[in-house]
């Protein structure tokens, strides 16, 4: 009931910057929380930054300060601009909402974009 495209992704050097873009579509009432998730290999999911509809913003430890989430509730699209991308950052990159869809709240998930950061 609700897609996610993902895009974004790449290979960069370490140092560089990338900025990947979620939009949301569907028959969607509301989405409270749009998130940033990451997959290295041999690693769990693990939570890399989240925005609430105020713009209420949290991050993991390893980012803060690199990475930035954005979100433009009229266009259900979140963004994540990463800077100063490190090797340690590659991963699969997934787009995760909390949405409201014709009264109840569900978890949906992108595809997944690679990002790829070498030394």
């Known amino acids: 009931q609700v897609q996610l495209a993902e895009s974004g992704g790449g290979s960069v050097q370490a140092g560089g910057s990338l900025r990947l873009s979620c939009i949301a579509s569907?028959?969607?009432?509301?989405?409270?929380?749009m998130d940033w998730y990451r997959e290295a290999p041999g690693k769990q999911r693990e939570l890399v930054a989240g925005?609430?509809?105020?713009?209420?913003?949290n991050y993991a430890n390893s980012v803060k300060d690199r990475f930035t989430v954005s979100r433009d509730n009229a266009n259900n699209t979140v963004h994540l601009q990463m800077n100063s991308l490190k090797p340690e950052d590659t991963a699969i990159y997934y787009c995760?909402?909390?949405?409201?869809?014709?009264?109840?709240?569900?978890?949906?998930w992108g595809q997944g974009t690679q990002v790829t950061v070498s030394s």
């Open positions: 995760h909402v909390k949405a409201w869809v014709t009264g109840m709240i569900d978890d949906y």
């Open positions: 925005i609430t509809t105020s713009g209420s913003t």
């Open positions: 569907g028959k969607i009432i509301s989405i409270p929380v």
